[in-house]
């Protein structure tokens, strides 16, 4: 009976000290909105002597809205992401960027713009 409760106590001991470990660190997302465009038409005016082609050096403007609706969201109005990409598809990125809602389930949408005035 003791060597059963000693090893049951031993078990239990192994489980509480490999689950404390103060070297776990949460993960951490930061909820930073990444914008990529591509160009599939062509159209008025985008860029490039075809009008299909980012050119790099070039900007869009962009909205945070309430899902369905056109209320801004979060303070998100009107930020300017840059490309220096060229070609038919660009990443963009801001000095100012844009965070998800810290709430989870909130659904938003988003409004780009181009061409942008320059700042």
Known sequence: MKTNLLSIMMTVAS??????SSNDEPEVYDRKVKFSSGISANLAKVGGTDGNQWEGNESIGIYMVGNKTTDVAEGAQNIRYTTTSTGASA?????TPIYYPVNILSKVDFIAYHPTTPR
């Open 15 to 20: 489980f509480i000290f490999a689950s404390c």
């Open 91 to 95: 990443t963009f990125t801001s000095t």
